[in-house]
T-cell receptor, first 112, second 110 residues
Framework: DTAVSQTPKYLVTQMGNDKSIKCEQN?????MYWYKQDSKKFLKIMFS???????INETVPNRFSPKSPDKAHLNLHINSLELGDSAVYFC???????????FGPGTRLTVL | KQEVTQIPAALSVPEGENLVLNCSFT??????LQWFRQDPGKGLTSLLL?????REQTSGRLNASLDKSSGRSTLYIAASQPGDSATYLC?????????FGAGTRLTVKP
């Protein structure tokens, strides 16, 4: 019955690799988001996406790309991973853009 | 650019006390404001959402207020319990651009 789920929960990988994090929501929401929480626990939005529009935070490197195979999924692809990418990544969704957001449990990414 | 500040950064109270957490933001043209709690190593749980046209929202022992003109919101927790111990985050939405405060780490001592 998990509303917003992410896989994997933990991801440990080497610098330079390409990896993906999956996100699924079963709430029937139209908008999904990706956030990054750094080592200081500060949360920053990376992307918001619905079937019409992708909004990218200008500080996000283009090595990060969201991919949405359907309305219930928004996966995060990361190319050429760097040490500074180590963080916890949260997926979220809302019924409409600007609505109440519901978060997934997070994926802890460690780049060695 | 919207900046969100939360005060205090940490708060420790004995069980049963009422308490107030503060959130301030610099750009009053917000779409909504949302309060979350985050337990260690966990995701965020939505507590209350206040639309820009509203002044407060209540859920159980929680009451959140919003004063857009002064750029402030407060989260009031009544009769605090040890289970309320967590980090409380305030987030402001400016049309799909959600900005979070750094959070207030609350400890409620039995």
């Amino acid at each position: 019955d998990t509303a917003v789920s992410q896989t994997p929960k933990y991801l440990v990988t080497q610098m330079g690799n390409d990896k993906s994090i999956k996100c699924e929501q079963n709430l029937g929401h139209d908008t999904m988001y990706w956030y990054k929480q750094d080592s200081k626990k500060f949360l920053k939005i990376m992307f918001s996406y619905n079937n019409k529009e992708l909004i990218i935070n200008e500080t996000v490197p283009n090595r990060f790309s969201p991919k949405s195979p359907d309305k219930a999924h928004l996966n995060l692809h990361i190319n050429s991973l760097e040490l500074g990418d180590s963080a916890v990544y949260f997926c979220a969704s809302s019924r409409l853009a600007g609505g109440e957001q519901f978060f997934g449990p997070g994926t802890r990414l460690t780049v060695l | 650019k919207q900046e969100v500040t939360q005060i205090p950064a940490a708060l420790s109270v004995p069980e049963g006390e009422n308490l107030v957490l503060n959130c301030s933001f610099t750009d009053s043209a917000i779409y909504n404001l949302q309060w979350f709690r985050q337990d260690p190593g966990k995701g965020l749980t939505s507590l209350l959402l206040i639309q820009s046209s509203q002044r407060e929202q209540t859920s159980g022992r929680l009451n959140a207020s919003l004063d857009k003109s002064s750029g402030r919101s407060t989260l009031y927790i009544a009769a605090s319990q040890p289970g309320d111990s967590a980090t409380y985050l305030c987030a402001v939405d400016n049309n799909n651009d959600m900005r979070f405060g750094a959070g207030t780490r609350l400890t409620v001592k039995p």
